[in-house]
């Protein structure tokens, strides 16, 4: 009988005690990708060591006053891991323009090759308990043989470099990005070059409502520094909504129209669009 309770006893403590967890046990759910969940701003992951990643994004400006205008640029783009904090990319670029009725811009309707894009992503700082918001730079130059706006052929590029920031601030539910933007671009121009500057800022939250599907919103100010000193500037807000559709495919849309400055009060429809939208499919092999 003592053997008996003694054997029931150190049952009843072996199920209670605490169980050292094994390397072969889930230690809970895998933490959140945050680089697509947001909408035109983007999280910090880079993926690991080996991963493959296909993505298509269509980024469309949409209605200007004074005549009919849609301008669609896509990019697909392969991206792979060459570290586990680093990532190189390689894209092919082609624009889709209908314009007419303007009198500063000639009337066009086609869909070009446009050029060539790249991009190199170092996770500075990876995000997690230790650190308050994962860091990661981004430098994205691309060359262009059409005018993005226009349509008109043009020779031009750009060197984005980008800082980028997220925190998840509500385990597994709410999580926050901010990007920072500096563009130099330049353009062929008769007799030379023209260089311009622009600058970017955004900041995006995102909720996951659903397991795999995030509702987010965000704000973005772009600041186009030109020959004239104050430089034109156009505000967009709107939201995102981001479907992880299996274990490889996920889709993104995102609408930002353009609202009234802070600074001017207005909007700018003479170098910004009134609508803004992005669509995103991503496909990790």
Known sequence: MKRFRSLVVLSALTLVAPRPVSAEEPK????????????????TDVGQKGDLELENTTVGGFSRPGGGFAAVSNELAARYGLTDAFRASVGVLTDYHDIHGFSDI????????????????FAAIPRGEAAVAGVTLSFAPYWRRVDSASGASSQ????????????ELIP???FAAANATYAPSFEQ?????????????SAAASYQIFDGVFLGGEVRRDLKYQAALYPAHG?????????????????KVAWAPQIADFGSGRM?????????????????F
């Open 28 to 43: 809970g759910p895998p933490p959140i990708e945050e680089e697509h969940i947001f909408g035109f701003t983007e999280g």
């Open 106 to 121: 000639a009337d066009v309707s086609r869909l070009d090759f446009s050029g060539l894009s790249s991009e190199f992503r």
């Open 156 to 167: 031009n590029g750009a060197l984005p470099l980008t800082l980028l920031l997220d925190r």
């Open 172 to 174: 597994g539910k709410l």
């Open 189 to 201: 121009v008769p007799g030379g070059w023209r260089t311009d500057h622009d600058i970017e800022f």
């Open 235 to 251: 505000l967009f807000a709107g939201p995102s909504l981001f479907i992880k559709l299996s274990e490889s495919m996920s889709v």
């Open 268 to 284: 700018n429809l003479t170098e910004y669009e009134r609508h803004e939208a992005l669509l995103l499919l991503v496909k990790t």
